[in-house]
Nanobody, 122 residues
């Protein structure tokens, strides 16, 4: 049974940076992997994803500020978040598909982490 374990997150002032990490277990790191976020009862929204070739896709509101990457040797997915804004406050989830390519919305992701809280103070 595949698992995703997130770490990082916490509280930071606006303009600061945070780094989220996600370690997959029994999941091929080459699979399409992503970061989603969810605020209260709103639907989970894609922040960024990355496929087996390293191609990335970002939500418009994080382009130029966030970077998603895979550390293959460490078997780790990373989300580097810079120039944080209060509206980035949410629970962030690591997710993985069972395929190497990224296609479809959040319902196409098979594996999910437990979520980590990110709070950005104004």
């Amino acid at each position: 049974q595949g698992r995703l374990m997130e770490s990082g997150g916490g509280s930071e002032q606006a303009g600061g940076s945070l780094r989220l990490s996600c370690a997959p277990t029994s999941i091929d790191i080459r699979n399409c992997m992503a970061w989603f976020r969810q605020l209260h009862a709103k639907e989970r929204e894609l922040v960024a994803n990355i496929d087996s070739n390293g191609r990335t896709n970002y939500a418009e509101y994080v382009k130029g500020r966030f970077t998603v990457s895979k550390e293959i040797s460490n078997n780790n997915l990373v989300l580097q978040m810079n120039s944080l804004k209060p509206e980035d406050t949410a629970v962030y989830y690591c997710a993985a598909r069972a395929t190497w390519y990224c296609d479809g919305g959040y319902k196409s992701y098979l594996y999910w982490g437990q979520g980590t809280q990110v709070t950005v103070r104004a």
